[in-house]
């Protein structure tokens, strides 16, 4: 019968056979039963064990067939194992955790990368719990056989959830550009957290390290991976950047009151952008307002001569420009550049080390968005595990256990 063909055909059920299938519309059940020629074979430990007694039958949700809803009835056997005493048997088609199939829980986990949760659930015909469940047993398993034997350069970033009062912290793979690891918080622990999880011969290989000028995270991976070369990213420090700017911006608006606020209204973004992005009409604002020897337009100066930081080859034509660029700053009178150029200094040491190692999280920055676009999907994914199960799922790149079907 075509059912118990493609029940055979979709799932690994070596040792066991399909029985009777039963059902209508509303749903099919498939009856599994044992091929007593087979060994039994203990969940717990995978050893040959010896047959003790059978459990009533239990339901597993499969993969549904023409949108009916499909369960495998099965009486699971206990074993007397060698080194586990009495457990359940093992059967291929579940972790035998969840009243669910792996096929089914790779079935519903695809669909979890797609929608939201809420919707894979209401799609399927399950509860938002199992879908969870689902995306949970997959990224145990990507977590289990992930091989991160090759990561040589990791980029660390945060990311924030509920309006900054939530912090993640990520790490990236430079090279491939997946998610490594997630952890909640911004704090120290957070950091040693991944180190440990990662392990000293792991780390020892670890070339390159790019991250934001964050004192914590910086002790932390100076003390656990002395070996590798921290940068400050790039990116990161453009955003201190833009801040100055911004807060010379209003400085002057609070300083010299409302005809200034006038003149200056709705210029924030053209003092940000990069010149060739302005509009024409933004363009033709700046170069109006550059006449009038306004402050923010004195670190707007500032701000581009700064691009030309980033173009030198090697250190120490860097390191030249920096110096000047320093002075200018420090010499400019507006207190948010001094006070940028002075961070710049206090760092100088890992902010010139990427012309050693020109590595930063430009190429991390996409999965960033992408991880805040989940954190944004409003339907709630009720605890921080879930949200960060979900980056694994969604960027991690992680192993999947192997099917005999795939289904989406
Ligand atoms: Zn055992």
Known sequence: ???????????????????????????????????????LFCSRCGSAAKYRDTLKSRYFRHVPLWGIPVWLRYS???VRCGHCGIKVEYFPWSTGKHRFTTAFAHFL?????LLPWKHVAQLFGCSWG??????????????????????????IDEISREKGQVYLTNVYDLNTSSL????????????????????????????????????????????MA?????????????????????????????????????????????WLKNPWNLTDKQASRLSALEK???????????????RQFWSYECRASAKEFLDKWFWWATHSRLKPMRNFAWMLRRKEENILSYFDMPISNGSVE???????????????????????????HCMGGLPEPQIMHRFV
């Open 1 to 39: 019968m075509l059912v118990s063909q493609l029940t055979k055909l979709t799932l690994d059920i070596q040792g066991f056979r399909v029985g009777r299938v039963q059902g209508d519309t509303s749903g099919i059940t498939v009856d599994i039963a044992p091929d007593r020629r087979h060994l």
């Open 76 to 78: 699971p056997r206990r």
């Open 109 to 113: 986990a695809s669909w979890a990368r």
């Open 130 to 155: 199992t879908v969870a469940a689902a995306v949970a047993q997959m990224v145990e398993y990507g977590l289990d056989h992930q091989d991160l034997s090759n990561l040589t350069h990791i980029g």
């Open 180 to 223: 490594v690891w997630s952890g909640e918080k911004r704090t120290k622990a957070t950091i040693t957290n991944f180190f440990t999880s990662l392990g000293p011969n792991k780390t020892d290989k670890l070339e390159g390290v790019c991250c934001d000028m964050w004192e914590p995270y910086a002790q932390v991976i100076r003390e």
């Open 226 to 270: 002395p070996k590798s070369t921290m940068v400050f990213d790039k990116f990161h420090i453009v955003r201190h950047l833009n801040e100055a700017v911004d807060q010379v911006r209003r400085d002057e608006i609070r300083e010299k009151g409302q005809k200034h606020k006038d003149l200056v209204k709705d210029t924030r973004y053209i």
């Open 292 to 306: 009038l020897n306004l402050k923010i337009n004195r670190a707007y100066l500032l701000k581009e001569s700064f």
């Open 366 to 392: 996409g999965l960033n968005n992408k991880a805040k676009v989940i954190s944004h999907r409003a339907y709630g994914f009720r605890s921080a595990k879930n949200y960060i199960r979900n980056l694994y």
